[in-house]
Every structure is written in structure tokens, then in C-alpha cells.
């Protein structure tokens, strides 16, 4: 259990920068996710740290050691491979063990730590089988017990679910989380799963084009995204111009030709139900909003306290649990979620509750994608 | 239902049946002549099989005094020793071809190839008179230089490709649980890449054991080898010694062959030359 520390790094290959001055902080015993698309640099960050990737600039410490230069065999990382990584020329309980001859254990040491950890992923009985010989979920299994037999002050877990089953890799995901609570052992994990970020980690680090976008817990990202593009990444990916102005407790939205005025209540600071706005003064904001955390109404009908757009549905579907529709509002077609069944055709209301709105200044290229 | 099929369908197996028969003839035909050669006491034109059929001249090859059985000891030595020299070379310039990002990588990739390119007897006439003036002549040193020029080409190109095969996370992980680079290179890298590796030094065993050009401009006459020996006695009319000299040298071949077949994966063959 350790704390890792990285300042100010930088990291090019050949000549195009991938990560450029990123500063994050792990405290002992979190569980850290860096989340992006591909090409965010998040699997270069992981690579800088566990000594793969030579660093150009900026500092890499772990337990309070500066390992920036230090070779990976010299630094006490483990990392998780996405490709499992396990040597096909020994058994399972050889590649479990392996860290533990390195380090010149005995023999009935590692038979028992070995045992440990076969008992801990729930492997017991294939100590002795071939590690091709075993399932996707078995391979990641054993990659994880060879990781935490050596006690490393870091796990390094490089989007280790994605070769695997959906079934298989949800099962995986609580069982990873649930032993690296147990063992307080700090984690530092790459996906480019929203959700499987989300449920794993104490805090998410949003990465895009090779700098730090956001830094939160779960909550505090999905609640107050801190710019459009990580309410985009988000799933706040429903975007809606508007001409508003902030005042001290309110969001005077102006008339527009798909939504009549209204006044919001402002969220944020503990106020939960509230509209996000990232912008002082007036002038033209990118709202975006979820397709779920929206609803539809019926025509002409105005609830108070929400932003209505007027629209018409173009698509349905039943993706279960509640129907999704396409609603186009002017030229924009928006993914909206609805618990009635309604017809292709019809006209339809998006009531958007003020707490589903995150509000950005409109820059003039982010009006042109809207 | 069988009965019903049209004739021509039933006809046509023959031109495939005859394609197969030509080709098991040019096959087998002049193994056939091997063999009845290795049997055969008294056999001269015009009969068509031998006279007279025996063992006598397998008595005399494998007397323990018999040239056959020095000349066999002679080329497996320097065979056993031609794969110790082209493993020396290809393993480090295997892993180096593999892995480093090496300028002109081709181009190394290419000279091995090139005593391939040239007439063998030019090249190792000259060898011969170089050898002369170093004193390398009709030694066993000497015939080894020669045979290892000659398979480095299967050693290093197969032993690249076996590297290049090794899945680099299978290294990197050594590399995080602690392993320096060269414990990673014996405990990992060369391991797995073994089996490829393996296959390349039985290439380099047989061409070895089969090699005549080189081995009669540099060897002769102190170095005697069995191609060497089978030569001579073919030279000389001495067909059955020839023979059985020829089925001697066919066991490895063939056995080793079987083994390779095993050995070389298709992803290590999908790399070689890459």
C-alpha cells in the first residue's frame, strides 16, 4: 500500500506528444481509473509508470521514491496485462510464482503464498494445469494472483476486462474490487469503459488528447462534468444551443424557436436539483443532457421549473426496460428515453428537469458539431 | 443410386490416378534403384533386377575399421560443431533482428543470404586458396567455417523469425515482476522461442551433414565425409557402398524432418524473412 506520485509528465513518441504535463496523485489504498477514448494517452500514463515508456519530462514517484528513470525490474509495480501475459511454458502455479523465485523466496515459502493466492481468485485445484489449458477468465485470474503475490506497492491494471465475456468480465470487475479493498492495496487502472470506471473506482481520471480533462469521484464527473467535451464523454452527449443568462440563484433561458423562456433554479454547492452552469454573466451555452435522466410529454404540454423542446418522434426502439426515441427538434435529432409507448410521427415534448442539464459557453466549433 | 451416375464421372479418377502415379514414379523410382542397390551381391546390364541378392556389402560398411564408419563419425562431429558456431552467431543476431529497431535491417536480413547467390564452386575455390594461406586447409576447422557460412542463413533467418514470434508482453511481464533483461532473455525469450530455434540448428545439421561442394575444395583429402565417401565410391563403380553410404545419410534426413514438421508453428514460419 503506497502512494504514487506523477508531476508534470511528459511523453512523446517520435516526435508527437502523447501525454503532455499530467500531474495525479494516488493516495495509499485508492482504487484510480484512467478513462478515455483510444489515443487519450491513458495506456502511455500506465506504461510511463510501470517503467515501459521513457519519460521526456516530469517525475514519476512511488512510496515517495523518485523511480523516473528506474528500469521496470527495479521499480515495485505489478502490472495486468489486457493480453493476460502469461508464460505459456509453465504451470499456473510456476507464473504465479515466479515474482517470489525472483526474489529468492524458499521453496515451501512460494508453495504456500502460491496456495494463498490460488484460494483467493478461487483457482484451487488448477495449480499443476498449463495455463493454455485455462479459460479467459481463469488466464486473467492467474495474471492477477502472479500481480498481488509479489505484494507490489502499485497494481497496475491495463484494461485487463476487455478480452473477456461480457458475463464473465462483469463478474471479474466486483471481484477485482472487492480484493483491492480487502487487501488496501492502491490500483491505478486503464479502460475505455464508462461504466466498468464508475463501478471500480474511489476516483476517475478523464484523459483526452494526452492531457488530464477531469479528476473526480464517480459522482462528482457524472453530476458536474467540468467541460463539454467530459459531459460529452459521459453520456451527456445530447447537445441543445441556447441563449442564457446566470444570475445569482437562477438561469434566465431566452425564447427560442423549438423552447418557450423559462427560469431554472442553478445547482451545484450542495443545491442536488439544480442546473450545472459553467459560464458567469449571458450569452450562447451548449447545454447538453442524458437520454435517460430526460422525459417525453405529450404536445403543448408545459410542467413548470423544466426547459421544454418541441418535437416530433423520427425513431423508436426497445432497447428494454423503457422505450428510446429519436426526436427531432429543429434539425437536431436527440436520443431520448420514455416509459410510454409512443408512434413514430407524433409531437411530441422534451421535459428536461433543470438537475439534467450541464451548461458550457458555446465556443463557434462546438455550435458547428451541436 | 451409384449405378445412375453418369460414365464420364466414373472415368474421372484417371487422369488424377496418372497424375499421382507420375509423380509417386519420379519419387520413389530412384529410391526403388537405392534400395535394390544396397541389397544387391551381382546386378549388371542388361538384366533388369540384381542377380543376386545379400548383405556382404553392408558387413564391409559397417566394419568398425571401415572408412564409412570414420567418414560418418567425421561428419557428425563437424555437423555437431556447425550448429554450436551458427547457434554462437544467430541467437544474439536472431534476438537483435527481432527485437532492436536496427538500421538497415533488411539489408543484414539479405547478406546471409548472399553465399546462397554466388556459383557455390567459384566462391569456394577461392575460399580453398585463402584457407591455404592460413593454414585452414583439410582441417576440421576449416570445413566448419565453411558449412556455417553456409547454414547461417537458415539459423538466422529461422531463429529472427522464432524471436519476432515471442509475444513482447510475455517479456515485459518478466520485466515487472523483477527480472533484469538477461534473466528475462534465458528464463523467457529463449524458451519459448526454442522450439524455433531448435528447428533452425536441424536445419543446419543436415545441410551440414549433406554438404559436398565446400567440403571437398576445402577438406580433401584429409577431411573424409560421407557425401565425400559416397562420391568415391559412386566415382568408382561402386554402386552398393554408394547406396547404403546414401540410405546412412536418408535415416537423419527423414527422421529429422518428421521433427521439424513439428517444431516450426505457423507463426513462426509467417515471420521468417520479415
Known amino acids: 500500500m503506497s502512494e504514487l506520485h506523477v508531476e508534470n509528465l511528459t511523453v512523446a513518441y517520435g516526435g508527437s506528444r502523447v501525454l503532455n504535463g499530467v500531474s495525479l496523485h494516488v493516495r495509499p489504498g485508492e482504487f484510480v481509473a484512467l478513462l478515455g477514448s483510444s489515443g487519450c494517452g491513458k495506456t502511455t500514463l500506465l506504461r510511463a509508470v510501470s517503467g515501459f515508456v521513457p519519460v521526456d519530462g516530469g517525475r514519476i514517484a512511488i512510496a515517495g521514491r523518485d523511480v523516473t528513470k528506474a528500469p521496470p525490474e527495479r521499480r515495485d509495480t505489478a502490472m495486468v496485462f489486457q ?42 485445484g488448477l495449480a499443476d494445469r498449463n495455463v493454455t489449458q485455462l479459460s479467459g477468465g481463469q488466464r486473467q485470474r492467474v495474471a492477477l494472483g502472479r500481480a498481488l503475490a509479489i505484494d507490489p506497492d502499485i497494481l497496475l491494471l491495463d484494461e485487463p476486462l476487455s478480452n473477456l465475456d461480457a458475463r464473465i468480465r462483469l463478474e471479474l470487475r466486483h471481484e477485482i474490487r472487492a480484493l ?94 439544480g442546473a450545472q452552469v459553467e459560464m458567469p454573466g449571458s450569452g450562447p451555452v451548449a447545454a447538453h443532457f442524458r437520454t435517460e435522466s430526460v422525459r417525453l410529454a405529450s404536445a403543448g404540454h408545459t410542467p413548470p421549473d423544466a426547459l421544454v423542446l418541441r418535437g416530433r418522434i423520427t425513431q423508436a426502439a426497445y432497447p428494454g426496460g423503457r422505450w428510446r426515441y429519436g426526436v427531432a427538434v429543429g434539425g437536431t435529432v436527440f436520443l431520448v428515453d420514455d416509459d410510454d409507448r409512443r408512434t413514430v410521427g407524433d409531437a411530441v415534448a422534451i421535459v428536461i428537469p433543470p438537475s439534467a442539464l450541464h451548461c458550457f459557453p458555446l465556443r463557434r466549433e462546438a455550435a458547428g458539431t451541436a | 443410386m451409384i449405378t445412375t451416375l453418369a460414365p464420364a464421372r466414373a472415368l474421372a479418377w484417371i487422369p488424377r490416378g496418372l497424375a499421382l502415379g507420375l509423380l509417386a514414379f519420379v519419387i520413389f523410382g530412384p529410391l526403388t ?80 543470404l548472399l553465399p546462397q547467390a554466388f556459383p557455390s564452386v567459384a566462391v569456394y575455390i577461392n575460399v580453398a586458396r585463402i584457407f591455404y594461406t592460413l593454414g585452414l586447409n583439410g582441417t576440421v576447422a576449416g570445413v566448419v567455417l565453411v558449412h556455417t557460412v553456409h547454414g547461417l542463413v537458415f539459423s538466422v533467418w529461422i531463429t529472427a523469425a522464432a524471436f519476432a514470434a515471442v509475444d ?84 537423419p534426413s527423414v527422421g529429422f524432418m518428421l521433427v521439424i514438421e513439428r517444431f516450426l508453428k505457423a507463426d513462426v514460419l509467417a515471420k521468417v524473412g520479415h
Open chain 2, 33 to 112: 534403384n537405392l534400395g535394390l542397390w544396397a541389397v544387391a551381391e551381382k546386378w549388371y546390364f542388361p538384366h533388369t533386377l540384381p542377380l543376386q541378392y545379400g548383405f556382404s556389402f553392408w558387413e564391409r560398411v559397417f566394419a568398425p575399421r571401415s572408412n564409412a564408419m570414420a567418414s560418418l563419425a567425421t561428419s557428425v562431429t563437424i555437423a555437431l560443431l556447425t550448429v554450436a558456431a551458427c547457434l554462437a552467431v544467430s541467437v544474439p543476431a536472431g534476438y537483435a533482428l527481432a527485437r532492436l529497431r536496427l538500421p538497415w535491417r533488411g539489408a543484414i536480413l539479405l547478406a546471409f
Open chain 1, 180 to 273: 483491492q479493498q480487502r487487501l488496501g492495496i492502491t490500483a491505478v487502472h486503464v479502460t475505455h469503459d464508462r461504466e466498468e470506471a464508475m463501478v471500480m473506482a474511489d476516483r476517475i481520471v478523464i484523459l483526452n488528447a494526452g492531457v488530464i480533462a477531469q479528476i473526480g469521484t464517480p459522482e462528482e464527473i457524472y453530476r458536474r462534468p467540468a467541460s463539454a467535451f467530459v459531459a460529452s464523454f459521459l453520456g451527456a452527449d445530447n447537445v441543445v444551443p441556447l441563449q442564457a443568462t446566470r444570475t445569482e440563484r437562477t438561469l434566465e433561458i431566452a425564447a427560442g424557436p423549438d423552447h418557450d423562456a423559462v427560469s431554472l433554479p442553478l445547482g451545484g454547492d450542495g443545491a442536488q436539483d
Open chain 1, 83 to 124: 493480453s493476460y501475459a502469461l508464460w505459456p511454458h509453465m504451470t499456473t502455479a510456476q507464473n504465479i510464482g515466479y515474482g517470489l523465485k525472483l526474489r529468492r523466496w524458499t521453496r515451501p515459502r512460494i508453495a504456500e503464498r502460491v496456495a494463498e493466492m490460488l484460494r483467493l481468485l478461487k483457482l484451487d
Open chain 2, 168 to 251: 513482447r508482453s510475455l517479456e515485459e511481464a518478466a520485466r515487472d515482476m523483477g527480472a533484469g533483461p538477461l534473466r528475462t532473455f534465458f528464463g523467457i525469450t529463449l524458451p519459448l522461442a526454442a522450439p524455433g530455434v531448435m528447428a533452425s540448428s536441424i536445419f543446419v545439421f543436415l545441410e551440414s551433414l549433406d554438404e559436398f561442394t565446400g567440403t571437398y575444395f576445402v577438406g580433401v583429402p584429409d577431411i573424409s565425409t560421407l557425401p565425400l565417401l559416397m562420391f568415391n565410391a559412386g566415382m568408382g563403380g561402386n554402386f552398393q557402398i554408394a547406396a547404403i553410404t546414401a540410405l546412412i545419410l536418408l535415416v
